[in-house]
């Protein structure tokens, strides 16, 4: 799976799981059906899980009558967090390395360092203002309106 489809994985089977009532494991919901919801492979589901188990954001258990569960409520899960979680990136790259002696050239590496940076913590920033239960209540209108 590519490293762009991670976080938007995540945080729908993050937000499936809270559709689901998902907060223990006798309420487990197996890859499967994550799997059918996102729509995705059954592996796929499975590797973005261990990830977020890694990180605190749910449980899981393998085995026929395995699944996944939050950890938290979905409400506390934002979505900064989620993006960490599967290593994602909001960056838009790397500055080039410049050439030495080109007025232009020596001085964008800096420059657009500087932009990448500043858009990454713009990123980050309204991505932490965005929970999982947002995803679920109608964060659509709320990312537009600059909630």
Known sequence: MS??????????ALAYLAHKDAFSAD??????????SVPTN?????????????????GARAGANGGAWLLKPAETITLDVVLKAVNGCAHLGVAPKGVKGCPVGEKIPDAVRSAIQAADMAAAERLGQISVADL??????AVHEGR
């Open 3 to 12: 490293d762009s489809q991670k976080f938007p994985v995540a945080a729908h």
């Open 27 to 36: 309420r487990a919901v197996a890859s499967a059906e994550l799997a059918a």
């Open 42 to 58: 059954p592996v796929v589901v499975r590797r973005v899980t261990a990830m977020l188990g890694k990180a605190g954001l749910i």
């Open 136 to 141: 679920l209540n109608g964060a659509h209108a």
